[in-house]
Structure formats: structure tokens, C-alpha cells
């Protein structure tokens, strides 16, 4: 499955932002899709994950970001809002085919080439 991103950019604190991705290829068996972070020198974190029974978030971005997708359309959405400096990073659109979906980036398959956010003070 290829993954590709779009809809990063600079915002300032307490801005917003909606990222898009979208897969091709053999999309027929993905079951989880997610969104994944990575902070200049930092480790990845697992921002969203969304599956047939829901959507899981990490405490960081609870009750500000909001994952939806679009299975007919093959289309992964993360809207961003009250986005602070700590938000900036590489946001990772990824998937596989595991009958799990968790925040674990090991996981996960398939990545696309990442887009940046950035969030200014």
C-alpha cells in the first residue's frame, strides 16, 4: 500500500490544520490506519488510530485532534486544533493489515514519506 501525505504547514499557537492521506495500491486488506509523529530528536509517537470498532488517540492530542477515514475513498483525515509548539513535527500517515490496531509503530507496514508541521509561538 503506498501512503501519501498533504496539508502540512506553520501555523501559529492555537491554530489549525488538517492533514490528508491517501492510499493506493492493494488497499483491499488494510484494517488499521494511523497517525504517527516524530519531533526532531525524539522517538515516534503514536498521535491516532482508527479501525472498524474506533478511533484510539494518545493523551497528548485527546479532545483536540480528530482522525477520520474514508474506506471507499481510501482517505485518512487528522484535523489539528489548539495546536501548540509541542505539536511540532513529522506527521507519518501508516497502515497494515493486522487484525490489531494499536498505537505501536511496529506494527505498522506501510508509511508514507511524512509531512511537516510546524507550530510557531
Known amino acids: 500500500v503506498e501512503l501519501t501525505e498533504s496539508g502540512g504547514g506553520e501555523v501559529q499557537t492555537g491554530g489549525s490544520l488538517r492533514l490528508s492521506c491517501k492510499a493506493s495500491?492493494?488497499?483491499?486488506?488494510?484494517?488499521?490506519m494511523g497517525w504517527f509523529r516524530r519531533a526532531a530528536g525524539k522517538e515516534y509517537e503514536g498521535v491516532a488510530t482508527i479501525d472498524s470498532h474506533g478511533t484510539t488517540y494518545a493523551d497528548s492530542v485527546k479532545d483536540r485532534f480528530t482522525a477520520s477515514r474514508d474506506k471507499a475513498a481510501n482517505t485518512l483525515d487528522l484535523q489539528m486544533n489548539s495546536l501548540n509548539v509541542e505539536d511540532t513535527a513529522i506527521y507519518y500517515c501508516?497502515?497494515?493489515?493486522?487484525?490489531?490496531?494499536?498505537?505501536?509503530?511496529?506494527?505498522?507496514?506501510?508509511w508514507g514519506q511524512g509531512t511537516q508541521v510546524t507550530v510557531a509561538s
Open positions: 495500491g492493494d488497499t483491499e486488506a488494510t484494517y488499521c
Open positions: 501508516a497502515a497494515h493489515d493486522k487484525a490489531v490496531c494499536q498505537l505501536r509503530e511496529d506494527l505498522f507496514s506501510d
